[in-house]
């Protein structure tokens, strides 16, 4: 399956279950449960099936001899599991549209947890009798039939992606309430991205506010696309800790569904250890809940997670009224933050979402920041775009770990990063990184680590990217001949009609491009050739669509709209690399690692505009600078611009007044 064909089917699923949301007898927030459970059954359908003819022919194999084994215990070995045939899902979908349906998923359920005994307590059951409503018995049915859709020859990467997608989803849907079990999978890619975990030997992840266990998830998914081998991946070992008992499930669910060995325990990381973390863990993601204000001082004063760096204490205070009260920790920001640091082995990274006022925050927890910084531990500091997440409308943090550095020649540095302005608009309210944005950011701290190698690949790939999509392009504009239709214009006022002829002519050659050895100021040159190709098809776009067009000629005209069309999407593609590779020249011309104003700098602790300087302070914007951002036009180039835009506002004014023109010469022929 294509990326393209597995949006679709993504997308189409989505929207076929959102329609019906609406009939079902459930919360907004609650309705994700079930839904996600029909995503569990329909991957557990389809992959006992991949399995069961080498499951039976083991089972006949080794039946009546001394290495004989259940069909369970073999299904078990091949699979990862047993599935019972009332948990088949076509038995569940061919089953009567009624009320029945909802008895039939839960015995499913239930079956299915007690043939597999890691999955007890875990997967949905009562919730699907609210999918049966009295006015609607065949709503649960409808959802079923749904799923079906997902193809037989799915794989758990598929699913893996269908799941995740729904949770992003669901999250969206609930708004503020859906950011307490899902971080945005975008932002999780690119810490991980930054921490680049290697396979080799047994590789412990913590994350003690785990969510859906998206960290996991993606922490996974890298690995594997990096070449580790079954061995390796066996060896990834999750550990987390979640205190909301639905979002357990729906995180034991998700490390099912992605193949990912993990302990999932239902506790509060604030007051329970459950995976002894004290210097044990290799790397540590999370994105906690920030700003807690009610975590009981004397619960946490005495916990080595917690006092090893220092625990935030509000300021003395005489009042006997104050001093009555249970005392609480202000705020429990850098608890997490030295949690997360005291869990790391001595070779361990972390990676971790905060609020942007931790960088800068006084009192005690100054105190603790100047702690870790003259430590050395603190890596790397990355400031985010506003509307990243579904909780946080303002910008946050990423903070970096890395035990390793405090024993490096970079001790006394800090890595900072301004990513404010790297993002791509979801929606009027959500932004997320494109691929090509987390690989560039990704870019930058392989370079200041002198991987320079990875830069020349980045490269490569992009060019590789564009000359494909210039090709194709090429291919399009070959197979554009000018366009010769008949359309219909109708007299103001009468009902009268006359036909005229008219020929779009098509006068773009093909899109000649080198890009070998390009520099910023030769790719600049490129754009422009680019974006003169773009005004052409839009120029073809708005000409055919102002026509209309005499019947008979509707497979002519729909052939050359889908042509435009198709041309319009691939100058994109085209400008999108483009774009992309001339971020790389622009920002990094020698392939190596450089401060770039507004946007990174490799901070000293002493020194001018040092960290100690800035009163120790991991607000990136303190360090990297502002940039003026050039549009990369000549003065007789925007002169040319503004001319052309103004010709263009100077024609559809004169449109808008021939319209009105015709507008109260109708209304005065009815007398109005």
């Known amino acids: 399956m294509t990326d393209l064909e597995l949006k679709k089917l993504k997308d189409d ?65 091949k699979c990862g599991f047993y599935l019972p045939e009332e948990a088949y899902y076509d038995f569940i979908n061919d089953a009567p549209d009624d009320a029945n349906k909802a008895k039939l998923v839960k015995e499913a359920m239930e079956a299915i947890e007690m043939y597999n005994p890691s999955l007890m307590d875990v997967l949905p059951k009562d919730v699907y009798e609210q999918l049966v409503p009295d006015e609607e018995p065949e709503l649960l049915s409808r959802i079923v039939r749904i799923f079906k859709d997902i193809p037989e020859n799915s794989t758990l990467d598929i ?3 269908i799941y995740e997608y729904f949770l992003g989803n669901f999250a969206l849907a609930e708004g503020k309430d859906g950011g307490t079990f899902y971080t945005p999978s975008t932002v999780v890619r690119y810490m991980v991205e930054v921490l680049s975990p290697e396979p080799g030997g047994e590789k412990k992840f913590l994350d003690p506010a785990c969510g859906s266990g998206g960290m996991f998830v993606q922490a996974a998914r890298y690995m594997h696309n990096h070449n580790a081998d079954n061995e390796e991946m066996m060896n990834f070992r999750c550990y987390g800790v979640e205190k909301e008992p639905d979002t357990v499930k729906l995180a034991k669910m998700n490390l099912r569904l992605n193949n990912v060995r993990g302990d999932i325990i239902e506790a509060n990381s604030f007051y329970a250890d459950p995976h002894n ?33 220092g625990v935030p204490r509000k300021k003395s205070s005489s009042s006997k009224k104050k001093a009555d009260k249970k005392e609480t920790v202000p705020n429990a920001n850098y608890l997490w933050i030295g949690h997360f640091a005291t869990a790391l082995n001595e ?12 960088s800068d925050a006084s009192g005690s927890e100054y105190d603790i920041r100047k702690k870790m910084i003259e430590e050395g531990i603190i890596s790397q500091m990355v400031t985010l775009s506003s509307n990243m997440f579904n909780t946080v409308t303002l910008p946050a943090t990423l903070w970096f770990f890395d035990k390793q550095k405090a024993h490096s020649d970079k001790k006394d540095e800090i890595l900072f990063i301004d990513a404010r302005n790297v993002y791509t608009q979801v929606d009027r309210a959500h932004r997320k990184f494109s691929e090509e944005q987390i690989k560039n950011l990704g870019i930058i701290t392989k370079l200041y680590h002198g991987d320079e190698d990875s830069f020349k690949e980045l490269v490569q790939e992009y060019e590789g990217n564009l000359t494909e999509q210039v090709t194709a392009l090429n291919q399009q504009i070959e197979s554009l001949a000018p366009c010769h239709i008949i359309f219909e214009v109708e007299k103001p006022v009468t009902d009268e009609k006359e036909e005229k002829e008219e020929d779009f002519t098509w006068a773009l050659d093909k ?18 050739k680019v974006n003169k190709y773009r005004k052409e098809f839009a120029r073809a776009d708005k000409w055919i669509n102002s026509r209309k067009v005499k019947r008979g000629q509707s497979t002519e005209v729909q052939t050359f709209k889908e042509s435009i069309a198709n041309g319009l999407e691939l100058v994109d593609g085209v400008k999108y690399y483009l774009n992309n590779l001339l971020w790389l020249k622009e920002k990094f011309p020698e392939g190596k690692y450089r401060d770039v104003i507004g946007l990174c700098k490799a901070a000293k602790l002493e020194g001018e505009d040092g960290i100690i300087d800035q009163d120790y302070s991991l607000n990136a914007g303190r360090y990297v600078g502002v940039a003026v951002e050039d549009d990369g036009m000549s003065e007789e180039e925007f002169k040319e611009e503004m001319l052309g835009l103004n010709k263009e506002l100077s024609a559809l004014q004169n449109e808008s007044n021939e319209l009105m023109e015709h507008i109260f010469s109708n209304l005065k022929g009815l007398g109005i």
Do not use: C
């Open 511 to 528: 899109l000649d491009m080198v890009l070998a050895n390009h520099n910023a100021e030769l790719l600049h040159g490129e754009l422009k």
């Open 347 to 358: 070779k361990g990274k972390a990676a971790l979402v905060m609020a942007n006022s931790a």
């Open 277 to 309: 973390a004290v210097g044990a863990f290799d790397y540590v993601m999370a994105n906690p809940p920030f700003n807690v204000d009610e975590v009981a001082y004397d619960r946490v004063k005495d916990d080595v997670r917690f006092n090893t760096y």
């Open 159 to 161: 699913f893996g992606e």
């Open 13 to 77: 699923l989505w929207h076929a279950a959102d329609v019906l949301r609406s009939g079902a007898h459930l919360a907004a927030n609650k309705y994700g449960q079930p839904i996600l459970g029909l995503i569990f059954l329909r991957y557990a359908d389809i992959l006992f099936k991949q399995h069961k003819q080498e499951i039976e022919d083991e089972y006949e194999k080794l039946k009546g001899g001394r290495r004989e084994k259940t069909f369970i215990e073999i299904a078990t070995e």
